[in-house]
Protein backbone atom coordinates (compact mmCIF):
# COMPACT_ATOMS: atom_id res chain seq x y z
CA UNK A 1 0.00 0.00 0.00
CA UNK A 2 0.94 3.68 -0.84
CA UNK A 3 2.15 5.45 2.22
CA UNK A 4 3.10 9.42 2.77
CA UNK A 5 5.16 10.30 5.42
CA UNK A 6 6.00 13.67 6.68
CA UNK A 7 9.13 13.65 9.42
CA UNK A 8 8.39 17.12 10.81
CA UNK A 9 5.69 17.86 12.77
CA UNK A 10 6.57 21.55 12.90
CA UNK A 11 9.03 23.49 11.05
CA UNK A 12 9.49 28.10 11.62
CA UNK A 13 11.06 30.22 9.74
CA UNK A 14 12.27 34.47 9.60
CA UNK A 15 10.24 36.54 7.41
CA UNK A 16 12.01 37.10 3.89
CA UNK A 17 13.60 33.41 4.83
CA UNK A 18 14.07 30.33 2.70
CA UNK A 19 12.16 26.85 4.34
CA UNK A 20 12.17 23.30 2.45
CA UNK A 21 9.60 21.13 3.79
CA UNK A 22 10.31 17.27 4.01
CA UNK A 23 7.92 14.33 2.25
CA UNK A 24 8.92 10.65 1.07
CA UNK A 25 6.51 8.30 -0.14
CA UNK A 26 6.61 4.90 -0.84
CA UNK A 27 5.07 2.72 -3.74
CA UNK A 28 6.04 0.29 -6.55
CA UNK A 29 4.23 2.52 -9.32
CA UNK A 30 6.10 4.38 -11.82
CA UNK A 31 3.15 6.75 -12.70
CA UNK A 32 2.25 9.07 -10.43
CA UNK A 33 1.20 12.54 -9.24
CA UNK A 34 2.74 14.44 -6.31
CA UNK A 35 0.63 17.87 -4.60
CA UNK A 36 1.57 20.12 -1.66
CA UNK A 37 -1.61 21.28 -0.39
CA UNK A 38 -1.68 24.36 2.23
CA UNK A 39 -4.34 24.44 5.19
CA UNK A 40 -4.31 28.05 6.73
CA UNK A 41 -6.46 28.54 10.23
CA UNK A 42 -9.61 28.77 8.22
CA UNK A 43 -8.91 24.86 7.60
CA UNK A 44 -9.41 25.53 3.45
CA UNK A 45 -7.09 23.64 1.80
CA UNK A 46 -6.05 25.15 -0.84
CA UNK A 47 -3.48 23.63 -3.80
CA UNK A 48 0.02 24.53 -3.22
CA UNK A 49 1.97 22.85 -6.15
CA UNK A 50 1.83 19.67 -8.06
CA UNK A 51 4.44 17.13 -9.82
CA UNK A 52 3.70 14.69 -12.45
CA UNK A 53 6.03 11.63 -11.81
CA UNK A 54 7.04 11.60 -15.30
CA UNK A 55 8.37 14.86 -16.03
CA UNK A 56 12.27 15.27 -14.55
CA UNK A 57 11.79 18.89 -14.23
CA UNK A 58 11.20 20.36 -11.19
CA UNK A 59 7.13 22.00 -10.53
CA UNK A 60 7.85 26.13 -9.48
CA UNK A 61 4.79 28.38 -9.02
CA UNK A 62 6.07 31.89 -8.28
CA UNK A 63 8.13 31.79 -5.04
CA UNK A 64 7.18 27.66 -4.44
CA UNK A 65 8.91 25.09 -5.76
CA UNK A 66 9.62 21.26 -5.20
CA UNK A 67 12.60 19.07 -5.13
CA UNK A 68 11.23 15.97 -6.72
CA UNK A 69 13.77 12.58 -7.00
CA UNK A 70 11.64 9.82 -8.25
CA UNK A 71 14.40 7.37 -7.48
CA UNK A 72 14.71 8.66 -3.40
CA UNK A 73 11.08 8.57 -3.67
CA UNK A 74 11.12 12.28 -2.14
CA UNK A 75 9.09 14.91 -2.56
CA UNK A 76 10.54 18.23 -0.79
CA UNK A 77 8.93 21.98 -1.00
CA UNK A 78 10.88 24.42 -0.78
CA UNK A 79 9.27 28.42 -0.08
CA UNK A 80 11.23 31.11 -0.90
CA UNK A 81 11.11 34.88 0.23
CA UNK A 82 8.87 33.55 3.36
CA UNK A 83 5.54 35.37 4.06
CA UNK A 84 3.64 35.71 7.76
CA UNK A 85 0.95 34.83 4.91
CA UNK A 86 2.60 31.18 4.82
CA UNK A 87 2.02 30.23 7.97
CA UNK A 88 -0.48 27.37 8.14
CA UNK A 89 -0.42 23.08 7.96
CA UNK A 90 1.36 22.06 5.09
CA UNK A 91 0.15 18.58 3.68
CA UNK A 92 1.71 16.06 1.05
CA UNK A 93 -0.48 13.91 -0.92
CA UNK A 94 0.22 11.20 -2.96
CA UNK A 95 -2.31 9.80 -6.12
CA UNK A 96 -1.86 7.54 -9.00
CA UNK A 97 -3.54 7.89 -12.14
CA UNK A 98 -6.81 6.70 -11.17
CA UNK A 99 -6.89 6.49 -7.21
CA UNK A 100 -7.79 8.40 -4.35
CA UNK A 101 -5.28 10.72 -2.63
CA UNK A 102 -3.21 9.74 0.26
CA UNK A 103 -2.08 11.81 2.75
CA UNK A 104 0.65 12.52 4.46
CA UNK A 105 0.18 13.96 8.82
CA UNK A 106 1.05 17.81 8.07
CA UNK A 107 3.84 19.95 8.43
CA UNK A 108 2.55 23.24 10.77
CA UNK A 109 5.14 26.26 9.43
CA UNK A 110 5.45 29.45 11.59
CA UNK A 111 6.59 32.02 10.16
CA UNK A 112 8.22 34.82 12.67
CA UNK A 113 8.81 38.32 11.56
CA UNK B 1 -18.55 31.98 -8.85
CA UNK B 2 -17.76 28.46 -8.78
CA UNK B 3 -16.86 26.43 -6.05
CA UNK B 4 -17.57 23.49 -3.57
CA UNK B 5 -20.25 24.89 -0.29
CA UNK B 6 -20.61 23.12 2.55
CA UNK B 7 -22.94 23.42 5.64
CA UNK B 8 -23.37 23.91 7.98
CA UNK B 9 -20.07 24.71 9.06
CA UNK B 10 -20.35 23.49 13.03
CA UNK B 11 -22.92 20.95 13.72
CA UNK B 12 -23.50 19.00 17.28
CA UNK B 13 -24.83 15.56 17.22
CA UNK B 14 -26.74 14.19 20.31
CA UNK B 15 -25.85 10.28 21.21
CA UNK B 16 -28.15 7.67 19.01
CA UNK B 17 -28.28 10.60 16.46
CA UNK B 18 -28.16 10.47 12.36
CA UNK B 19 -26.73 13.99 11.34
CA UNK B 20 -25.74 15.10 7.43
CA UNK B 21 -23.27 17.49 6.11
CA UNK B 22 -24.39 18.82 2.89
CA UNK B 23 -21.79 19.55 -0.05
CA UNK B 24 -22.88 20.81 -3.00
CA UNK B 25 -20.58 22.11 -6.05
CA UNK B 26 -20.94 24.33 -9.14
CA UNK B 27 -17.34 22.94 -11.06
CA UNK B 28 -19.54 20.33 -13.07
CA UNK B 29 -16.89 18.52 -11.63
CA UNK B 30 -17.52 14.23 -12.03
CA UNK B 31 -15.53 13.21 -8.67
CA UNK B 32 -16.65 14.15 -5.26
CA UNK B 33 -15.04 12.97 -2.40
CA UNK B 34 -15.63 13.10 1.55
CA UNK B 35 -12.55 13.11 3.98
CA UNK B 36 -12.39 13.28 7.84
CA UNK B 37 -9.79 15.31 9.62
CA UNK B 38 -8.27 14.28 12.92
CA UNK B 39 -5.35 16.04 14.76
CA UNK B 40 -2.02 14.97 13.89
CA UNK B 41 -3.60 12.08 11.34
CA UNK B 42 -3.80 14.01 8.22
CA UNK B 43 -7.11 13.54 6.13
CA UNK B 44 -8.53 10.21 5.76
CA UNK B 45 -10.63 9.33 3.24
CA UNK B 46 -14.37 8.16 4.15
CA UNK B 47 -16.35 7.66 0.66
CA UNK B 48 -15.80 8.79 -2.65
CA UNK B 49 -17.92 9.08 -6.00
CA UNK B 50 -16.68 9.15 -9.78
CA UNK B 51 -20.03 9.26 -10.92
CA UNK B 52 -23.49 10.02 -10.09
CA UNK B 53 -25.52 6.92 -8.64
CA UNK B 54 -21.98 5.18 -7.99
CA UNK B 55 -19.81 5.73 -4.73
CA UNK B 56 -16.87 3.37 -3.17
CA UNK B 57 -16.06 3.00 0.42
CA UNK B 58 -12.82 4.90 1.20
CA UNK B 59 -10.46 3.90 4.00
CA UNK B 60 -12.41 4.58 6.95
CA UNK B 61 -16.35 4.12 5.81
CA UNK B 62 -17.60 2.35 8.81
CA UNK B 63 -20.59 3.69 10.38
CA UNK B 64 -20.91 6.72 7.30
CA UNK B 65 -23.41 6.33 4.55
CA UNK B 66 -23.58 8.79 1.24
CA UNK B 67 -25.88 9.13 -2.15
CA UNK B 68 -25.29 10.61 -5.18
CA UNK B 69 -28.53 11.62 -7.19
CA UNK B 70 -27.30 14.22 -8.69
CA UNK B 71 -24.18 15.11 -9.92
CA UNK B 72 -23.83 18.34 -7.93
CA UNK B 73 -24.60 16.93 -4.64
CA UNK B 74 -23.14 14.41 -2.35
CA UNK B 75 -24.34 14.31 1.19
CA UNK B 76 -22.68 12.04 4.09
CA UNK B 77 -24.67 10.92 6.84
CA UNK B 78 -22.72 10.49 10.17
CA UNK B 79 -24.78 7.43 11.44
CA UNK B 80 -24.80 6.55 15.20
CA UNK B 81 -23.06 3.43 14.47
CA UNK B 82 -19.90 6.08 14.41
CA UNK B 83 -18.74 6.14 17.75
CA UNK B 84 -16.35 8.73 17.50
CA UNK B 85 -17.49 11.24 15.33
CA UNK B 86 -15.52 14.27 16.39
CA UNK B 87 -14.34 15.64 14.04
CA UNK B 88 -13.61 18.19 10.57
CA UNK B 89 -15.25 17.02 7.38
CA UNK B 90 -14.00 18.21 4.11
CA UNK B 91 -15.69 17.17 1.49
CA UNK B 92 -13.86 18.00 -2.48
CA UNK B 93 -14.95 17.34 -6.15
CA UNK B 94 -12.30 17.03 -9.17
CA UNK B 95 -13.03 16.97 -12.62
CA UNK B 96 -13.02 13.27 -13.77
CA UNK B 97 -10.39 10.07 -13.34
CA UNK B 98 -6.90 10.33 -14.38
CA UNK B 99 -4.95 13.17 -14.73
CA UNK B 100 -3.10 15.96 -13.27
CA UNK B 101 -6.18 17.75 -12.12
CA UNK B 102 -6.25 18.41 -8.09
CA UNK B 103 -9.49 17.77 -6.00
CA UNK B 104 -10.60 21.42 -4.98
CA UNK B 105 -12.10 21.82 -1.32
CA UNK B 106 -14.41 23.04 0.42
CA UNK B 107 -14.49 25.29 3.80
CA UNK B 108 -15.30 21.77 6.21
CA UNK B 109 -17.73 21.08 8.61
CA UNK B 110 -16.96 20.47 12.09
CA UNK B 111 -18.84 18.07 14.11
CA UNK B 112 -19.19 17.62 17.60
CA UNK B 113 -20.95 15.54 20.20
CA UNK B 114 -23.25 17.24 22.75
Known amino acids: AQTVTQSQPEMSVQEAETVTLSCTYD???????LFWYKQPPSRQMILVIR??????QNATENRFSVNFQKAAKSFSLKISDSQLGDAAMYFC??????????FGTGTRLQVFP | DGGITQSPKYLFRKEGQNVTLSCEQN?????MYWYRQDPGQGLRLIYY???????QKGDIAEGYSVSREKKESFPLTVTSAQKNPTAFYLC?????????????FGDGTRLSIL
Open chain 2, 49 to 55: SQIVNDF
Open chain 1, 93 to 102: AYRRWTDKLI
Open chain 1, 51 to 56: QEAYKQ
Open chain 1, 27 to 33: TSESDYY
Open chain 2, 27 to 31: LNHDA
Open chain 2, 92 to 104: ASKPGQGGNQPQH
